[in-house]
């Protein structure tokens, strides 16, 4: 057993207690202010100075070893959804309608237990970590006022690093990629405008239902060859109103989600395309709209390297797995690496453990232990002063 995993085993009973207390106050984004109190007051019990505050209820500490060397950020999101618990949880929700449904709570228990880890072996360290501690992940990009209020900056980060518990992948198992290792995604919006006319007279209409209905079936059949280039297109809803007669409008809601930004131009040619085969066709109106929401998650070759190398010490090469696609979803830490090179990794959850965002998600606490580790390895092995291990 390394020393660092002596001072995390130490301290696990007590951050699991945090977690626990952190799910029952799951706090929706920019809300998380009982959250943010039970962090910082945690973080004061390790000997940090906290900065709170931060894009309102966002907050920051800082390892400073006093010695040269490169500044690291480290970061956990820590807002809830907007779900109704299950009664028979174990330390279940006492917000009704809020709960934890993705993990934040663990996220943000395992980055309290490597600031508390990191600073047992403060005198072997160089450089300086920063914990940021976010809020708004899920629909408020939180990353992005986070950014915009100087997170990266006092002092300049060189790197950041996040992870995500991950239900479906086997428990223990740790997944890097390099490049792309989550989806963007965004919205889009078709608006089609037609022309009514009596119900006995549809020869004299020129009906959106029909329009849109011919325009759906094209991007359902075209988007069964996209799969090869990883975008995924939803098609969410259709809609044109209440039925009064013929109707006039109609609106069509999907969601996409790419793997590059050149593909998200490639699927913006197409569908334009095909809005303007539909309009001449049928002398409609119609409005498209795409509403980007999260980038692509692009992860650095050298710092995902680092998170392999610390995880390959801590686990054995036998619990990395290097995923060969990108995973179809979406997370803000995307934004921080539009400035600064980084990793954002998966931790196993278990494969048959229920997935994020449902009522039925329970928090694997082993993910705490695995998480923290290899996070800890990874800032000893950039940050350890020459001639000393930590180990």
């Not at 992870?163 to 428990?171: D, I, R, S, T, Y």
């Amino acid at each position: 057993m390394t020393v660092i995993s002596k001072h995390l085993e130490a301290i696990l009973p007590k951050i699991i207690e945090v977690r626990q207390k952190l799910h029952e106050i799951p706090e929706l984004k920019f809300e998380e202010f009982k959250t943010a109190k039970l962090i910082s007051e945690t973080l004061k019990s390790f000997g940090y100075n906290v900065e709170n505050g931060i894009a309102k209820t966002g907050l920051t500490a800082i390892l400073d070893t006093g010695k040269p060397g490169k500044t690291i950020g480290l970061r956990a999101d820590m807002d809830a959804l907007p779900i109704e618990e299950p009664n028979n949880n174990q330390r279940r929700s006492r917000h009704p309608g809020r709960m934890h449904a993705c993990g934040h709570d663990g996220h943000c228990a395992t980055l309290l237990a490597v600031a508390y880890a990191l600073n047992q072996i403060k005198n072997e360290l160089s450089g300086k970590v920063k914990f940021i501690f976010q809020p708004a992940e899920e629909g408020g990009k939180g990353s992005t006022a986070m950014i915009e209020a100087g997170v990266l900056k006092n002092p300049p980060l060189d790197e950041i690093y996040a992870f995500h518990n991950w239900p479906g992948l086997p428990e223990g198992i740790i997944g890097v990629k390099d490049g792309t290792i989550l989806l963007g995604n965004g919205r889009i919006e078709i608006s089609i405008k037609g022309k009514p006319a009596h119900t006995a007279q549809p020869e004299n209409a020129v009906n959106p239902v029909t329009i849109g209905a011919e325009l759906i079936t094209k991007l359902e059949i075209e988007k069964l060859s996209w799969s090869a280039n990883s975008t995924v297109l939803n098609i969410l809803s259709f809609n044109s109103g209440k039925l009064r007669g013929m109707a006039e409008k109609s609106e069509i809601i999907a969601v996409y989600y790419i793997d590059t930004e050149d593909n998200l131009r490639e699927l913006k040619s197409f569908i334009n395309k095909y809005c303007d085969q539909v309009k001449d066709k049928y002398k409609a109106e119609i409005a498209l709209s795409f509403k980007p929401f999260h980038s692509p998650t692009i992860n650095t070759a050298n710092e995902t390297d680092k998170i392999s190398n610390a995880a390959r010490m801590v686990c054995g090469d036998k619990k990395i797995t290097k995923l060969e696609k990108s995973m179809i979803a979406s997370e803000d830490f995307s934004e921080y690496l539009k400035h600064i090179p980084g990793c954002f990794f998966l931790v196993g959850a278990g494969e048959s453990a229920n997935p994020v965002h449902t009522d039925k998600f329970q928090f694997n606490d082993n993910v705490i232990s695995t998480a923290a580790n290899i996070i800890c390895q990874m800032v000893i092995n950039s940050n350890v002063k020459d001639g000393i291990s930590a180990k």
